[in-house]
């Protein structure tokens, strides 16, 4: 008899405690931001014929 009632005590202890959870807030969202990325060109700046344009032109694809 005592095994069943502590059973229905735990039971009935973790259904209170469930219920006083936090609900969560539905937000909306408006959509993903643009990406924006960045390119940081070595000495030879733009315009090299080298690894700066080729990652230039990587860069616009």
Same mark, same amino acid.
């Given at each position: 008899?005592? =095994?069943k009632r502590v059973f229905f005590l735990i039971l009935a202890a973790v &259904? *209170? &405690?469930s219920?006083? *959870?936090k609900k969560e807030e539905v937000k909306e969202v408006a959509g993903p931001k643009p &990406?924006? =990325? *960045? &390119? =940081?060109f070595d000495v030879g700046g733009k315009g090299d014929k080298s690894f700066n344009d080729a990652s230039f032109a990587g860069l616009e694809k």
């Open positions: 008899m005592t =095994v &259904l *209170g &405690l219920a006083c *959870g &990406l924006k =990325v *960045g &390119l =940081v």
